[in-house]
């Protein structure tokens, strides 16, 4: 083997496994997700019709049934939103990310937000208290950010140790916050910027399950908004998650959207090809007047 390595021709490139190992694990969660989704979508037909004949029947329903009903309910949902995720973090990153704007209720997101990942971990007993300064209200991306709103709180209960968690909704004149607070284990310094990159943990995976997407996701939707999101964490002192997203698109952003606008509403026709500078113009003019010669 090392003869075959001496042998290798100095030119060729080194590999970059890194990023080859990254590559080669995201194209594996994505046929993963794929095979899964599958049967997963038929099992959730199935569900669905099933829950709808005990409801147009309870009486005859066992309420065994009833409670196995609202188990498999529960389970396939965690599920499906796991293979969300998988295919989330292949799209993550622009401009596959673009967002697109709607006018969003922030609070009334993030208490569905909140509402979800209390129904996706049923056994965890901590109190999650939401409070909301004024109306906060902007154009995002609804999916991402529940996405993202939906893995910060999830986030905080897996790791919050059953204690309080807090989740703050304001506003200035032109940034929304939103900061998800736990009291649990909190997160080492060391640890506190790579908690945003794909596939990374800070804790053993013995004995927290999950594949260490949601942070990415969740900072992938903030950033794609013109946003950022951070933590402020010392270990044993619980963690804070602070989001900050701009209420409306940057002028860049705007521009670029208003450009996509009227090329798409030009019903089928090729963009127009953009003007050119008048000494382009005269090089043009010249050059056929020689032809005509």
Known sequence: MTALCDNLDDRVPALSFRDDAARLREDF?????????????????????TKRMTELEPEKTPAWAAAMLAVF????????????????????????????RERVDLAALVRGAVAAAVAHRPAAR???????????????????????????IKNAILFGEDKPISVEVRATRLWARLIVRDHGMGIAREDQERIFAPFERAVPVE??????????????????HGGAIRVQSELGRGAAFIVDL???????????AARRGRLTSRRGLAPRAPELPRAAHLKLAHHRLLRSH
Request: net charge positive; glycine share 8%.
């Open 29 to 49: 969660l994505v046929l993963a997700a794929h095979e899964i989704r599958t049967p997963l979508t038929s099992l959730l037909l199935q569900l669905q019709l």
């Open 73 to 100: 309910d529960r389970q396939l949902g965690r599920l499906a939103r796991l293979c969300d995720d998988m295919f989330e973090a292949r799209r993550a990153e622009p401009p596959q990310r673009a967002p697109v």
């Open 126 to 152: 901590g109190a999650i208290a939401v409070a909301v300064d004024g109306v906060v209200i902007g154009r995002w991306d609804r999916s991402q950010i529940e996405r993202m709103a939906f893995h910060l």
């Open 207 to 224: 004995r927290f399950g999950g594949l260490g997407l949601g942070l990415y996701i969740a900072h992938a939707a903030a950033r794609a």
């Open 246 to 256: 701009p209420l409306a698109p940057r002028p860049i952003e705007r521009g670029l």
